[in-house]
């Protein structure tokens, strides 16, 4: 086939296969040694721990061993004190060499601080390390996916998967969805309307993205249904690329009511009749509310046929009107700033 081709085109095509194969092999190579690196900070740690239990050797030992690393080493970061504490607590923290070399060490040293810093417990940690594997979380996004306390509110969306779904997808499912879901790149005001709320998600629909997960792909928001003659309209519309099936998302500043229940069976009805693809999976619905009661939404889910779920969601406090008035403006900031400075210059 390649020798039908002109001699510029077999060029580019053979430059193209190369580059790919170049970064293939970087790829491999970057990891290579971040897994070294990472399982070398272990043992280190291990070494420390063991000295220190076996020769009773206290903390200032961590002290004059950076000293003497660096001074051997001069051209190799990572030999701070610091990190050398970091090795050691890296150490206690997951003693089994095996999970190390399989699973922690797949993720960059970094991002293995960052959990260690901010999570104390070991079944956290690990879900952590496992996450960040299978989503390929940068170290901000895993920061800020402990930040918001991912842990605890995944999987924790009430939901009719169970009686809807067939197994594996009905677990999938229930794993991608949260409880409480966290908005708070957003600050609606106490009189806000369904329309604000999502207005402001897709003003900032890099981060709704963020938070919903990874997988779903924005399809459209107010999507038009028109059902024998009749318009409908979809708050937002998904599709997620791992259930393969339409994700259907209805907004409310309320609390849940049963009725919302019936709304959304026949949302995703529609959207099973007049936009799945033969090869698509049963859509599911996301009734997103301001607060729920436990039992009523239990109730209002059990015998509908259609997979859905209910998940609360929180927004940053907005601050009350008579704190905004009473806030100084940004002019009243600048001439404060600037009379701080010229008395500052005077007394200098």
């Known amino acids: 086939m390649t020798n039908n081709l002109s001699p510029e085109v077999a060029y580019d095509e053979f ?3 190369l580059k790919e194969r170049i970064k293939q092999a970087q790829i491999r190579a970057a990891l290579a040694v971040n897994r070294e690196l990472v399982l070398l900070y272990w043992q280190i740690g291990v070494d420390i721990l063991q000295r220190q239990q076996q020769q009773g050797w206290g903390a200032k030992v961590i002290e004059r061993l950076a000293t003497d690393l660096r001074s051997f080493f001069p051209e190799i970061k990572g030999f701070s004190s610091r990190n050398l504490k970091y090795m050691r607590t890296f150490a206690e923290a997951y003693p089994d060499q095996q999970f190390v070399q399989q699973v922690v060490a797949q993720i960059p040293w970094g991002h293995n601080v960052r959990i260690l810093e901010t999570v104390k417990d070991s079944a956290e940690r690990e879900w952590y390390v496992q996450q960040t594997i299978q989503y390929g979380w940068s170290r901000n996004v895993l920061v800020h996916q402990i930040e918001s306390r991912l842990y605890n509110r995944q999987g924790k969306a009430i939901t009719n998967f169970e009686n809807t779904l067939p197994k594996p997808q009905s677990e999938l499912a229930q794993q991608l969805l949260k409880d409480p879901y966290n908005f708070d790149f957003l600050s609606l ?107 009523v939404v239990e109730y209002a889910l059990r015998d509908l046929n259609k997979p859905m779920g209910v998940s609360t969601y929180q927004l940053r406090e907005a601050l009350p009107e008579y704190l905004q008035s009473s806030l100084p403006t940004i002019e009243q900031l600048e001439a404060e700033l600037s009379a701080v400075s010229q008395e500052t210059d005077e007394e200098m």
């Open 15 to 17: 430059l193209r296969d």
């Open 189 to 295: 005001g106490e009189e806000s309307q369904e329309r604000d709320l999502e207005r402001g998600l897709l003003k900032h629909i890099r981060d709704f993205l963020l938070e919903l997960g990874v997988g779903f792909a924005f399809v459209g928001s107010q999507y038009h249904l028109e059902i024998n003659g009749d318009d409908f309209y979809i708050d937002l519309l998904f599709y997620h690329l791992r259930l393969r099936c339409f994700v259907v998302i209805d907004l409310k500043i309320e609390e849940f009511k049963p009725e919302f229940s019936g709304k959304m069976n026949f949302y995703v009805s529609a959207v099973d009749d007049l936009l799945r693809h033969p090869d698509d999976r049963p859509s599911i619905g996301i009734i997103l509310c301001k607060n729920k009661n436990h039992m």
